[in-house]
Every structure is written in C-alpha cells, then in structure tokens.
C-alpha cells in the first residue's frame, strides 16, 4: 500500500528541519516525499518481520506443540471452555454479569465466549 504524497503545502503545513530552518517548497517537497517513502520501507519490513515471526511459531508449535519461545499457544491462553461457559449460561439462564462471577470472568470474556457463530 503506497500513499501519495501531496505535498506540506496544500495543508499550510511547513517543514522545520533543526539546524536549517524552514524548509522552501521545491526542497521540503522532495525532502518529505523521501522521508515518506522510507517510513513505508519500514513499515513493510516490520510486517514482513511479523508474518515470519508468525510463521516459525506456528511451525514450532505444529512439530512440538509448543511455539519456537516456549509458550502452548500463540494467542491469549483460555480462561474456561467456552462451550461450557455458553451451556451453563444458557441452561440457568444466566445473565452475563451472573455467569461471569460463576466463573470467575470479565464481563467481555462471558460476551466473547457465547457470540454465536
């Protein structure tokens, strides 16, 4: 995904470079659109960085069973099983504050664990 640079001065925005002032419109043009596409080189580095990081833990955790840092899983651990959790709530029919105390949740966790899919 590349953005177009318009340009500092179509919003009367100035570049103010420390040591050399203001920047003039020809110069602080180039000077910005360089700096732009650098911060999207970076920005796609640091994506790609995440997606291998990904990769290798997922592969990890396929042949171990746990992740290339040692973790069992590679998002946010489970709390409760969330069937049970959705049965419980249903069978007494529970509000989600009361299943939440039952099982020692948050309000948001009780909500994730019982969207329908």
Same mark, same amino acid.
């Given at each position: !995904?590349? +953005? ?20 003039? &419109? ?5 000077? /910005? *659109? /360089?700096? =732009?596409?650098?911060?999207? !080189?970076? +920005? ?6 995440? *997606? ?10 396929? =042949?171990?069973? &746990?992740?290339?840092?040692? &973790?069992? #899983?590679?998002? +946010? ?14 069978e007494n029919s529970a509000s989600i504050s009361a299943t939440a105390k039952h099982f020692n949740? #948050?309000?948001?966790? /009780? ?7």
């Amino acid at each position: !995904m590349v +953005r177009e640079y318009r340009g500092e001065t179509t919003k009367g925005v100035q570049v103010n470079i420390r040591g050399l002032g203001l920047i003039g &419109k020809g110069v602080g043009e180039l000077i /910005v *659109a /360089v700096l =732009a596409q650098v911060a999207e !080189m970076e +920005r796609e580095r640091i994506r790609e960085r995440t *997606a291998n990081g990904r990769d290798v833990a997922r592969a990890s955790l396929e =042949a171990t069973g &746990k992740t290339h840092r040692g &973790k069992p #899983s590679l998002g +946010r651990p489970a709390v409760a099983d969330a069937g049970a959790v959705r049965a419980w709530r249903k069978e007494n029919s529970a509000s989600i504050s009361a299943t939440a105390k039952h099982f020692n949740l #948050s309000d948001s966790t /009780v909500k994730r664990y019982c969207i329908t899919v």
